[in-house]
């Protein structure tokens, strides 16, 4: 069993940045592949992006490549979202999640935590 939990959400205005910060308790955070999706209201969840359990590859939705970076410290347990050039289209409730499989699809995922809403205002 994994717990993760979401932290970093909030407010923000069309162009500004965000750090989203995921930290997980329980099996050994290296074995897993870490994402982030996003659910915006209306909306089903989709992809956003992902980092390996070394940290070396990182993949990203088209809509927010160039603007979104993913990281992790396997010694912190813990897995980061910065987002910048916000645009109000980003607004959603981001999740965390961690599976042994990955992918860009939800049911690589088999932990996930309860979600951090982020509000872009344009």
């Known amino acids: 069993q994994v717990q993760v939990v979401e932290s970093g959400g909030g407010l923000v205005q069309a162009g500004g940045s965000l750090r989203l910060s995921c930290a997980a308790s329980g099996r050994t955070f290296s074995n897993y592949v870490m994402a982030w999706f996003r659910q915006a209201p209306g909306k089903e969840r989709e992809f956003v992006a992902r980092?390996?359990?070394?940290?070396?590859?990182?993949y990203f939705a088209d809509s927010v490549k160039g603007r979104f970076t993913i990281s992790r410290d396997n010694a912190k347990n813990t897995v980061y979202l910065q987002m910048n050039s916000l645009k109000p289209e980003d607004t959603a409730v981001y999740y965390c999640a961690a599976g042994l499989r990955g992918g860009g699809r939800s049911n690589g995922y088999n932990y996930w935590g309860q979600g951090t809403q982020v509000t872009v205002s344009s």
């Open positions: 980092i390996v359990q070394s940290g070396g590859t990182t």
